[in-house]
Antibody, heavy 118, light 108 residues
């Protein structure tokens, strides 16, 4: 059973940092790229970042480039999203998702909530 | 950046009825389009990829069609669990990957 579990969300002040984790199980983790996708309250889905199988390729949405860093540890089946200089508009439910065919998301985790507020 | 526009924003239907959801791309994306179902409190689920291929374990009542700029998701006969928000998403010429704004299918 493929499984992705996000953690690390919480309440943080603007300008501070937070690191999200995504734990994967039930599939050959090192052979799949992994994405982060977020959903702000009452809004739609927004792609955030992707990391390739070996970590050599990383892409970011313009809204987070330069502030967020995606990384992975294939020995522990983990993906991370380091979020720096957080803004109130980063408030969202953050999902990690396994890549399918370099651009689809399947499956998704249940998400972890990040609230940026003073 | 490719913009995806979904219509209608809300679709009010009864169980057993047919649902037709539309997604239009701002430029041609060939068949590089997917559809996702998002129920409240649950993880989004891939339904259709490459415009018309059903994902694993997706019931046959879900079908996708289209190419270029105009795409359709059809649910042939709505089941109670199908009332949810549906998003289209492209993977043509990315980054970025983008989603449409969503269509909410609600019970009439």
């Amino acid at each position: 059973q493929m499984h992705l579990v996000e953690s690390g969300g919480g309440v943080v002040q603007p300008g501070r940092s937070l690191r999200l984790s995504c734990a994967a199980s039930g599939f050959a983790f090192s052979t799949y790229a992994i994405h982060w996708v977020r959903q702000a309250p009452g809004k739609g889905l927004e792609w955030v970042a992707v990391i390739s199988t070996d970590g050599s390729i990383k892409h970011y949405a313009d809204s987070v480039r330069g502030r967020f860093t995606i990384s992975r540890d294939n020995s522990h089946n983990m993906v991370y999203l380091q979020m720096n200089s957080l803004r109130t508009d980063d408030t969202a439910l953050y999902y990690c998702a396994r890549d399918k065919a370099w651009g689809w998301f399947d499956p998704w985790g249940q998400g972890t909530l990040v609230t940026v507020s003073s | 950046e490719i913009v995806l526009t979904q219509s209608p924003a809300t679709l009010s239907l009864s169980p057993g009825e047919r649902a037709t959801l539309s997604c239009r791309a701002s430029q041609s994306i060939s068949n590089y389009l997917a559809w996702y179902q998002h129920r409240p409190g649950q993880a989004p689920r891939l339904l259709i990829y490459d415009a018309s291929n059903r994902a694993t374990a997706i019931p046959a009542r879900f079908s996708g069609s289209g190419s270029g700029t105009d795409f359709t998701l059809t649910i042939s006969s709505l089941e109670p669990e199908d009332f949810a928000v549906y998003y289209c998403q492209h993977r043509s010429n990315w980054p970025p990957l983008t989603f449409g704004g969503g269509t909410k299918v609600e019970i009439k």
